[in-house]
C-alpha cells in the first residue's frame, strides 16, 4: 500500500493520500530534428532558424523556421496560386470534404497531438487532451457542415470567399487557435497563410501532415514560423486580403495603425480582464471550482480568464477560506503527468511578466497567498495564486497578467458589481454565480462582455460565437458569426 501511494523514498504515514507519478509516454511523439517552412504543399528551407523549447524542462526540442518578408512573400504567392487554381471555385460540397478528413485525422492522432501540445507549450496533458484536442476536431467538423450552406447562412446575399487570409495566433492554445482560424477560412474558400507563436510552432508544423494526409492542395494551407517580424511581415503584404489576429492589445493596436486605409479586412481578438461575480445565494462549492477552473487552467494564460473574482461582503469570508483549502489540492508540476492541474508557464518572458505584477501587488498593499507547493527546478513555474484586500485602482485589478494570479474584490449589491466589473478597458468574459434566474439574465444583459457565463465557467463550444468588445477586440470566431469575416457580399 505505501508503495503503490508514493512515488519513492519513505513510506506514507496512515492517512497521507499521495499520487505516484503517471507520466504520460512521449513515444507516439515522432520530433525531426529540424522543420523547415511548409510553403506550396512543400517543406522549404527558410533562411534563418531557432531552437524550440519545452519550459518544463528548457530541453531544445526542434529547430524550426524563422521566416523572412522574402519567405512570407513566397507563401502569399502560393496560396494566392492555390486560391486562383480552383479552392475558391470548389463547390463547398467538395471542400467540406476536405474539412471533414481533417477533423478525422486529428481524433485520430488525438494522443499524438496532446503529448506535443504539452511538451512545446507546458500545458497539463489532462487539458490537451480533454480541452484542446476535442475542441480542435470540434471546430472543424462544425465549419465543415457550413461550407455547402453559406447560401442559407446568408439568405438573398451573395457570399464570396475573400481571397487571402493572413492568420497571426498566440501561444496559449496553440492547436485550437489554429483550427479557429484555418476551418472557417476554407469552409468560406479562402486560402491561408498562418504563423504560429514564435514559442509554440511544433503542433502547427505537424498539422502539415495531416493536411497531407487529408490530400488537401497544395497551397490552400501555408505554415511559415518566426517571431513578430514575420506577423508583421504577413501583417504588410499587400497581397493578403485578410488579417485574423489572435494575441495581446498591444499588438493589435499596431495592426490596426497599420491596416487603416490599405482596405484589408480585419479581425482582433485580444486580450481580457473577466469579472467572475459570486453572489452570496449561489451554490459555494459549485463556485469554489467554477473560480478555480477560471483562472488556473491552462496556468491562467486564457484570454477570457475569470482573473478578477468579485465575492459578495456576507459570503467573502467562507468563499475565501474554502478557495484557499481547495487550492492546496492543486497539483503543479510535469505538464506530462496525468494528475497534473497546473503546468509550466509558457516562457521565461511570461515569468518575468506575471513575478513583475505580482511584485506590484505586494507593493500596493494586497495580501497574498500561495498554497504549499514544491516547484521542479528546471523550468518556468508559478504557484497558484491569490491577492486579497485588492483596491480596483492597484496594477493587478486592471493589467491582464496572463498567469495563474487571482485578484479577490468586493461588493454589496448587484448595481455594485456590475459597475466595478464594467470598470475595465477590457470586455471579453465573464462569470455570474447566482440561483437566481432573473439576476442572472439582468446582469448578462449589462455586462460589457462577449461571452457571459452563469454557474459554469470557461465552457466552449463550436457552434456558440465568441469575440470582445472595447479593448477585446472586434469580430467573431464561432457560430454561424465566425463564417462573416471571411466572406465578402458585394455582388
Ligand atoms: P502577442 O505578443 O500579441 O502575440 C500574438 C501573435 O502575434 C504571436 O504569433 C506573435 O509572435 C505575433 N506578433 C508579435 N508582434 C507582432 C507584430 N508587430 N505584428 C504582427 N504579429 C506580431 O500575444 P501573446 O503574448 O503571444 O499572447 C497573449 C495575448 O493574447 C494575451 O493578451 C491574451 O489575452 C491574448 N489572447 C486573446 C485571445 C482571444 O480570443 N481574445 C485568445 C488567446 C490569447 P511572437 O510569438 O513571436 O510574439
Ligand atoms: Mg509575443
Redesign the pocket.
Known amino acids: 500500500m505505501a508503495e503503490l501511494d508514493r512515488a519513492a523514498g519513505s513510506p506514507a504515514a496512515p492517512g497521507d493520500w499521495t499520487y505516484a507519478p503517471a507520466p504520460e509516454s512521449r513515444d507516439i511523439v515522432h520530433l525531426r530534428e529540424r522543420y523547415g517552412l511548409f510553403i506550396g504543399g512543400r517543406w522549404v528551407e527558410p533562411s534563418e532558424t531557432y531552437a524550440t523549447i519545452s519550459p518544463s524542462s528548457e530541453e531544445p526540442l526542434a529547430v524550426v523556421g524563422q521566416a523572412s518578408p522574402a519567405d512570407v512573400e513566397r507563401a502569399v504567392a502560393a496560396a494566392r496560386a492555390a486560391f486562383a487554381d480552383g479552392w475558391s471555385s470548389l463547390p463547398g460540397s467538395e471542400r467540406a470534404k476536405y474539412l471533414f478528413r481533417i477533423a478525422r485525422i486529428l481524433q485520430e492522432r488525438a494522443r499524438e497531438f496532446a503529448v506535443l501540445e504539452s511538451m512545446n507549450g507546458g500545458k497539463p496533458i489532462k487539458e490537451s487532451r480533454d480541452v484542446d484536442l476535442p475542441l480542435a476536431a470540434a471546430h472543424f467538423f462544425y465549419y465543415a457542415g457550413w461550407a455547402d450552406k453559406l447560401e442559407y447562412a446568408f439568405p438573398n446575399r451573395t457570399p464570396k470567399p475573400v481571397g487571402v487570409a493572413g492568420q497571426?495566433?498566440?501561444?496559449?492554445?496553440p492547436l485550437l487557435?489554429l483550427a479557429w482560424k484555418v476551418a472557417p477560412a476554407l469552409a468560406c474558400g479562402n486560402t491561408v497563410v498562418l504563423?504560429?507563436?514564435?514559442?509554440t510552432p511544433l503542433t502547427a508544423l505537424l498539422f502539415c501532415d495531416v493536411l497531407r494526409q487529408a490530400e488537401l492542395p497544395a497551397g490552400v494551407v501555408n505554415i511559415v514560423t518566426?517571431?513578430?517580424s514575420t506577423?508583421?511581415a504577413?501583417?504588410d503584404n499587400p497581397d493578403v486580403d485578410k488579417i485574423a489576429?489572435?494575441?495581446?492589445?498591444?499588438?493589435?493596436k499596431?495592426?490596426q495603425r497599420r491596416l487603416a486605409g490599405s482596405g484589408k479586412k480585419l479581425t482582433l481578438?485580444?486580450?481580457?480582464k473577466a469579472a467572475n461575480i459570486v453572489f452570496d445565494d449561489c451554490a459555494l462549492d459549485q463556485a469554489v471550482e467554477g473560480i478555480v477552473n477560471g483562472i488556473y487552467f491552462n496556468q491562467g494564460h486564457v484570454?477570457c480568464a475569470g482573473s478578477r473574482l468579485f465575492a459578495q461582503e456576507s459570503i467573502y469570508e467562507p468563499l475565501v477560506d474554502k478557495l484557499k483549502m481547495r487550492l492546496e489540492t492543486l497539483r503543479v508540476g510535469d505538464p506530462l503527468d496525468k494528475n497534473t492541474d497546473v503546468g509550466a508557464i509558457n516562457s521565461a518572458m511570461q515569468l518575468d511578466k506575471i513575478r513583475e505584477l505580482v511584485e506590484s501587488g505586494r507593493e500596493e498593499g494586497a495580501d497574498i497567498y500561495q498554497p504549499p507547493c514544491r516547484l521542479p527546478e528546471k523550468g518556468y513555474w508559478f504557484a497558484p495564486t491569490v491577492f486579497t484586500n485588492v483596491a480596483q485602482s492597484y496594477r493587478i485589478a486592471q493589467e491582464?497578467i496572463?498567469g495563474p494570479v487571482l485578484s479577490v474584490l468586493t461588493f454589496r449589491t448587484p448595481e455594485e458589481a456590475l459597475e466595478k466589473a464594467n470598470n475595465t478597458p477590457y470586455g471579453?468574459s465573464a462569470g455570474v454565480w447566482t440561483e437566481k434566474g432573473s439576476r442572472i439574465l439582468w446582469m448578462a444583459q449589462r455586462l460589457r462582455a462577449g461571452v457571459v457565463w452563469a454557474n459554469t465557467y470557461n465552457r466552449f463550444d463550436p457552434t456558440s460565437p465568441?469575440?470582445?468588445y472595447k479593448e477585446?477586440?472586434f469580430g467573431r470566431?464561432g457560430g454561424l458569426h465566425g463564417l462573416e469575416p471571411y466572406l465578402r457580399f458585394d455582388e
Open positions: 497571426i495566433i498566440p501561444w496559449n492554445f487557435m504563423k504560429p507563436a514564435e514559442t518566426g517571431d513578430g506577423g508583421a504577413i501583417v489576429f489572435t494575441g495581446s492589445t498591444e499588438v493589435g499596431a495592426i481578438e485580444l486580450g481580457g484570454c491582464e496572463f471579453l465568441f469575440g470582445g477585446s477586440g470566431e
